[in-house]
């Protein structure tokens, strides 16, 4: 009860001062809420208004438990389309990518997404690939400038900074310009 010294049976809810049943259609079933619409529909079924419509599973889907959205997703190779599922080109040098919303793929290692192609990382000399494989590094000592790798000298009392792509002063000394004073 909620101060009214009274309260609706499982099945009813308060409608004024008295206790209305709840309609539940096919394929739905009774939930314990003191808000919405008291019940839900089974595995396979969406609300639409007052009823539980049959979700339509797609080819190449799966039946998903989701109160928002179709209610299916696509097979891994597959992407959404509308209400279909449509597989995935791949060009070459990528692969499958394990990204629900994007689009299905990746390049391989050494490989740049241009587009809808995978092209070739151009590692210029003095430089390696990067962790990630996406992108290339300057070696220590060496920094990037238009497309290549440029060695560096450090003045004295410098060392070449953590990253290797530039230098720091040692202490006590400060940068000013190209040295450390």
Do not use: M
């Amino acid at each position: 009860t909620d101060g009214r010294g009274w309260a609706c049976k499982r099945g009813y809810r308060q409608v004024d001062s008295g206790c209305a049943a709840i309609k539940v259609p096919g394929h739905g079933y009774l939930v314990d809420t003191s808000y919405g619409r008291g019940w839900e529909c089974g595995r396979g079924y969406k609300a639409v208004r007052d009823i539980c419509a049959t979700i339509k599973v797609p080819a190449n889907g799966y039946l998903v438990d989701a109160t928002d959205g179709p209610g299916w997703r696509c097979n891994r190779g597959y992407n959404a389309v509308r209400n279909a599922c449509v597989a995935v080109e791949i060009p070459a040098n990528g692969h499958l990518a394990d990204d629900v919303y994007g689009s299905g793929w990746e390049c391989d290692r050494g490989y740049q997404r241009t587009g809808k192609t995978c092209a070739l990382i151009k590692i210029p000399e003095n430089a390696y690939l990067d962790t990630q494989g996406t992108d290339w590094k300057c070696e220590r000592s060496y920094r990037k400038a238009h497309g290549t790798c440029t060695a560096f000298t450090t003045p004295p009392n410098a060392h070449i900074d953590f990253s290797g792509n530039d230098w720091v002063c040692d202490q006590p000394y400060r940068k000013q310009n190209d040295s450390c004073t």
